[in-house]
């Protein structure tokens, strides 16, 4: 239960921890988030550290001058796209003995089979849109790794879709993260993005869920 406590406090407050991390720790603060972000992209047992919400909260300090911004969109950058990669990697050495097991050690193998469904309806482009869905952003490049996309053709979607996802939430954080209003409801916008970001897979789950009521 504590456990649970700290890790809403700190999707709740990123911006009261990550002010304390920087004071504490500054330059290595940088480290520090090139961790998070490659453990959270990179990792299938770790979905549940902030993604969206700690890129969009790095930019808003940015905006501050406790970042640099081209340097701050370069290790979450990388971060994101090596998460990825290493992900396939895990994927594709592992995968198919992890899908044949009926239970799974520190993972919901229901993810598994969401995220392989999502895939088989997108096909490649699900690496892209992923990056914008927690928890099927974890599991995405894991499921590309199992399946028949060749290396080459998932690096460059993989490319793509960090990129993307890092610069929207950063560029966010940086130009409005500031505003008096985002600034006196922090906490608000942090769930705000976490809801709108969780959205599209809440919608894809019923969607099939009502398709399958209808082959029924």
């Known amino acids: 239960m504590e456990t649970i406590k700290f890790f809403v ?15 504490q720790y500054g330059f290595w603060t940088y480290v520090i988030l090139f961790f998070v972000i490659f ?23 940015a905006a501050l001058g406790s970042f640099d911004l081209a340097a701050l969109f370069f290790v979450l950058g990388i971060a994101a796209i090596l998460g990825d990669t290493v992900n396939y990697w895990i994927g594709n050495k592992i995968g198919p003995r992890i899908f044949q097991q009926d239970k799974i050690r520190f993972l919901k193998k229901e993810h598994l089979e969401r995220t392989h469904q999502f895939y088989e309806r997108h096909g490649g482009k699900t690496i892209i849109i992923a990056r914008f869905i927690p928890i099927i952003r974890t ?6 790794g199992i399946g028949t996309m060749s290396y080459g053709k998932f690096i460059s979607y993989n490319f793509i879709g960090g ?4 610069s929207l939430f950063l560029l966010a954080g940086y130009f ?13 916008v942090i769930i705000a993005i976490i809801i709108i970001s969780v959205l599209p897979g809440v919608i894809e789950y019923f969607r099939q869920k009502s398709a399958k009521r209808a082959d029924v």
Do not use: M
């Open 163 to 166: 990129i993307l996802w890092v």
């Open 176 to 188: 409005f993260g500031n505003i008096p209003f985002v600034k006196n409801n922090f906490s608000f």
């Open 139 to 144: 599991f995405a490049p894991f499921v590309a």
């Open 9 to 23: 406090d700190v999707f709740l407050h990123l911006d009261r921890h990550l002010s304390d991390i920087i004071l």
């Open 39 to 61: 453990c959270e992209t990179g990792l299938v047992i770790t979905p549940f550290l902030p993604g969206d919400s700690l890129i969009f909260a790095s930019g808003t300090f």
